[in-house]
Every structure is written in C-alpha cells, then in structure tokens.
C-alpha cells in the first residue's frame, strides 16, 4: 500500500503563506501524476491542484495565481506553495498519487495520507 505522508500545515493570518509537502512511497513516483486536494469543514474533498508526469501543473479556480504546485522526482515530494491566504482556504490538506489525462484531468488513487491542517484566519 503507498504511503502518503503530509506536512507543513498551521495556523496563520489572511495573506500569510505555507508550503506543504508530501511524501510518498510509491514506485516510480516519477510516472505519476500527483495532486492536492482540500477537505474544508463540513464539506467534502475537492481538488486544489495536480501536476502531471512531465510537470505540467493544473490548477482549479481557487487556487489559480495565489498556488503553485511542484514536484522533486529525486525526493519522492510533491509541493503545494501557497500564498494570499484566506479564511476559506481553511480546511485539511491531502495528497495523492494518480494519473492525469492530457484533456486535463486528475484521475485519484484509493490511497491517501492523514492530511494535514491549515487555518487561516481574518
């Protein structure tokens, strides 16, 4: 089963900055599309980001000009910089390792990691 380890959450003001990274255990992670996505409070799981095999990032609308997703195939890590913090941004943050379409979509594996918790606050 691949690992999925989350890190860099925390607590900080509106306009503030993180970056998270994820860890994975996954073979050949470099042929692996990988994404982040979000659960907020009370809702369900939606995607941030993902970036391809090659590189290539894609980003949903909320995420678009503030995000910026990157990945190190030597360190098995995906990132997620995030800058512009808002209150909505607040929510758990997941990783996952998939495959991505050249259309323009993520498809997930079934193995994620615990998350890790960002909140933001006005």
């Known amino acids: 089963q691949v690992q999925l380890v989350e890190s860099g959450g925390g607590s900080v003001q509106t306009g503030g900055s993180l970056r998270l990274s994820c860890v994975s255990s996954?073979?050949?992670?470099?042929?692996?599309?990988a994404a982040w996505y979000r659960q907020p409070p009370g809702k369900q799981r939606e995607l941030v980001a993902f970036?391809?095999?090659?590189?290539?990032?894609v980003y949903e609308d909320a995420a678009q000009g503030r995000f910026t997703i990157s990945r190190d195939n030597e360190k098995n890590t995906v990132y997620l910089q995030m800058s512009g913090l808002k209150p909505e941004d607040t929510a758990t943050y997941y990783c996952?390792?998939?495959?991505?379409?050249?259309?323009?979509?993520?498809?997930?594996?079934?193995?994620w990691g615990q998350g890790t918790q960002v909140t933001v606050s006005s």
């Open positions: 996952n390792m998939g495959v991505s379409s050249r259309s323009g979509k993520y498809f997930p594996s079934t193995s």
């Open positions: 996954v073979s050949a992670f470099y042929i692996h599309a």
């Open positions: 970036i391809a095999d090659d590189g290539t990032p």
